[in-house]
């Protein structure tokens, strides 16, 4: 059974930094595109950042440009989201998600999804 559970989200204030990280379990997930996206109330879901290791494809969205890093730790199967000089406008529910495309930034495009983890970020 594939799963991915998303962890590390909570309650930071504005200027400060959090990781959230994304678990695997079930399959590796060397081959695949991963994706972290976020769902704001009343918003739609958007990927805010993006790689694949095999086809060398990185996105990021430009709201996070410069502040938010993508990793991922092989030997652990484990994705992450670094987040620094966090904004309230960054609130969201924080999902990861798998495709099996080389690049993907559409929600339709990913196969696997996490359940995600609240972030909020106060003024």
């Known amino acids: 059974q594939v799963q991915l559970v998303e962890s590390g989200g909570g309650l930071v204030q504005a200027g400060g930094s959090l990781r959230v990280s994304c678990a695997a379990s079930?399959?590796?997930?060397?081959?695949?595109?991963m994706g972290w996206f976020r769902q704001a109330p009343g918003k739609e879901r958007e990927l805010v950042a993006g790689?694949?290791?095999?086809?060398?494809?990185?996105y990021y969205a430009d709201s996070v440009k410069g502040r938010f890093t993508i990793s991922r730790d092989s030997a652990k199967n484990t994705l992450y989201l670094q987040m620094n000089s966090l904004k309230p406008e960054d609130t969201a529910v924080y999902y990861c998600?798998?495709?099996?495309?080389?690049?993907?930034?559409?929600?339709?495009?990913?196969?696997?999804w996490g359940q995600g983890t609240q972030v909020t970020v106060s003024s």
């Open positions: 079930g399959r590796t997930f060397s081959n695949y595109a």
């Open positions: 998600a798998a495709s099996r495309r080389t690049s993907a930034t559409q929600t339709t495009q990913y196969d696997y």
């Open positions: 790689f694949s290791w095999i086809s060398g494809w990185v």
